[in-house]
């Protein structure tokens, strides 16, 4: 049976001989044939994506505020006045 140990070994020099290969070289340049291509791209990192998303959602609550607000006093101001 296979211990851990045994399994380590065997993934040491798994990773040695891949390190060695050409597979190695095939993955850096896919790296950054990807790394050029998303950089062409007019994209934004998620996590500006998430500050703006939090922004625009109290932009829109403010905005519900002072519409209702605005309709508030429009009704208040453009009732008749009472008669004397």
Not at 33 to 48: F, H, I, T, W, Y
């Amino acid at each position: 049976m296979l211990n851990s140990k045994t399994l380590d070994e065997w993934a040491a020099r798994i990773g040695k001989a891949i390190e060695n290969s050409p597979a190695k070289d095939i993955e850096k340049n896919v790296k950054a044939m990807l790394q050029s291509g998303l950089a062409k791209l007019d994209v934004v990192p998620r996590s500006e994506f998430d500050t703006q998303a939090q922004v625009l959602l109290k932009t829109r609550e403010k905005l519900e505020q002072l519409e209702a607000r605005v309709a508030d006093l429009e009704a208040r101001f453009s009732s008749p006045p009472a008669p004397r």
